[in-house]
């Protein structure tokens, strides 16, 4: 069976792969980095054609969160968990909690070298059950004591994110007028949209899931059907769904000023950064864009200022955004070397070896 993306090249620290004792379920956890710090991601609940597509979207996802950590500045290293659902599978309850149960084990299998999260598919009354069987869980429910759920902060970040983007191409952050096409109306997109409509601006929205038609309704939105969205002419396309949508094609007839978006890898291929900024399309990368999320669990788990403070800290992503473009321009490269350039930075100035090397 093909893989719905290539294999990303092998540069992590440890990776766990299990077939759950109670679910059955394939699990993997990859810990791709922790020079900064304990690693910090989440745990995504996805189906997959194949176990080697959901191996493969850990190894990428776990790469990314060691970027997004870094650059946020936060003292974390980059790791990620997946399980993995066949095509067809429905879980109820009984099997969702042995799935997450199995999870837990995974992650206490690491000693702390990584903490998991919500995720994609995953909710916070997951992460309780995941407590169960190990402590190195975060973003449990509020009603435990817990930060809750962190969809709210990542919002936040993106919505500053799209600020700053929206001055770098119109010449003014206001969001009033401007189009924005939303693809994927899940937990952030969904906040996000509410929040742009409330402001003025002129929405194109899309989901897989036709209900989302109502929120659309509700918002005064153009519904768009999905595959078709980036046909739509934006100031701003944001892609918060499922990664890779980014592909050659769809960069070719893209009709849009400027990429950001919460999506986790959304360009199919490396190379489509440098496709976007031949065609004069300025993309934020996403893992500046999407961490107000991360910054969010990490420093609340770590009781590293008031959740008001935590969140001011969030609302500076988009400062963090205008540096990146800012030595994008002076360096004549694209947004994603300039962004990864900064992580290598933090990285390069921890000073430490990684865990497992000591």
């Not at 599978?89 to 099997?95: G, H, P, S, V």
């Not at 509020?142 to 919002?155: H, K, L, N």
């Not at 768009?224 to 769904?241: C, N, Q, R, S, Y």
């Amino acid at each position: 069976m093909s893989h719905t993306l290539p294999l990303p090249d092998f540069t992590h620290e440890r990776v766990e792969v299990i077939t759950g004792r109670r679910s059955g379920l394939f699990i993997a956890v990859a810990l791709h980095s922790s020079a900064l710090g304990s690693a910090l991601g989440g745990a995504r609940l996805w189906t997959y054609p194949h176990w080697s597509d959901a191996l493969g979207d850990v190894l990428r996802l776990s790469a990314a969160m060691t970027l997004k950590n870094a650059a946020a500045g936060l003292d974390a290293g980059g790791g990620k968990a997946v399980i993995a659902l066949p095509p067809g599978t429905t879980l109820d309850a009984q099997r969702r909690r042995a799935a997450f149960l199995d999870l837990g084990d995974a992650v206490e299998s690491l000693h702390g070298l990584y903490r998991t999260a919500e995720d994609v598919g995953s909710t916070t009354d997951d992460m309780l059950v995941v407590s169960e069987r190990t402590e190195h869980v975060v973003g449990l429910p509020d009603a435990v004591g817990g930060s809750g759920e962190p969809a709210g902060p990542t919002s936040l970040g993106v919505y500053e994110s799209l600020r700053a983007t929206l001055e770098r191409v119109t010449g003014s952050p206001d969001v009033a007028g401007r189009r924005i096409t939303i693809s994927g109306l899940g937990q952030v997109g969904s906040r996000l949209a509410v929040r742009l409509s409330a402001e003025g601006a002129v929405l194109a929205v899309t989901d897989v899931n036709p209900a989302k038609r109502d929120l659309a309704r509700e918002l005064g939105a153009e519904w768009v059907m999905p595959g078709e969205e980036h046909l739509i002419p934006a100031d701003v396309f944001v892609p918060a769904g499922i990664g890779g949508v980014l592909t050659d094609d769809v960069i070719d007839a893209l009709e849009a000023k400027s990429v950001c978006g919460p999506a986790n890898n959304p360009l199919a291929e490396r190379r489509g950064a440098e496709r976007l900024a031949r065609r004069g399309i300025l993309y934020a990368p996403d893992f500046v864009v999407n961490a107000g999320g991360v910054i969010y669990l990490d420093l609340e788990a770590k009781k590293r200022g008031t959740r008001a403070e935590i969140l001011e800290r969030v609302a500076r992503i988009g400062d963090t955004v205008r540096r990146v473009f800012d030595e994008a321009e002076a360096r004549n490269v694209t947004p994603l070397d300039a962004a990864e350039g900064l992580a290598a930075e933090r990285l390069a100035s921890a000073g430490r070896e990684p865990a497992l090397a000591n």
